[in-house]
């Protein structure tokens, strides 16, 4: 009977982690003109050039992060970094947690922590998406995922 309290507890868990991430979604959703002007003008003074945000580039991030995923868990891909895998763990924790360096009550201060862990698991992320993309052109037989 323990167990399927248990099961119960953690299946609300996952409930209420889905239904954060959801409310998370629509809230940047319904700001994001906001969000993707400060992408913009932060980014362009850390590169020294104007950026502009673009949908179509993050669309391909995500269908190359794709395939990806369903490469290596496939076992075709196996050049995934241990660092990296520790660091997508401890990011994909930390923001799933709640339990925060600042608290994000504290408005937009307290968002800055989880942007900064945020890009760190991203500039792992994209430099193992690199890695797999150089991989991925160099097979001799194409791997034609469906990713949607």
Do not use: H
Not at 35 to 57: A, H
Not at 96 to 108: C, Q, V
């Amino acid at each position: 009977m323990k167990k399927n309290g248990q099961n119960f507890a953690a299946k609300n868990d996952e409930k209420s982690f889905i239904q954060k991430a959801i409310s998370a979604g629509m809230s940047l959703y319904a700001n994001k003109d906001q969000y993707i002007n400060k992408y913009n003008s932060v980014m362009s003074n850390v590169n020294g050039v104007e950026t502009q945000f673009n949908f179509d580039e993050l669309k391909e991030k995500f269908t190359l992060l794709g395939r990806m995923i369903k490469a290596v868990s496939k076992g075709e891909y196996r050049d995934v970094s241990p660092v990296f895998l520790l660091k997508a763990a401890f990011a994909a924790s930390y923001l799933s947690l709640g339990k925060d360096f600042i608290p994000d009550t504290e408005g937009f201060l307290g968002k800055v922590d989880d942007i900064a862990v945020l890009s760190w698991a991203i500039s792992g992320l994209m430099d193992e998406m690199n890695k797999y993309q150089s991989w991925e052109k160099n097979v001799t037989e194409p791997i034609d995922y469906q990713v949607a």
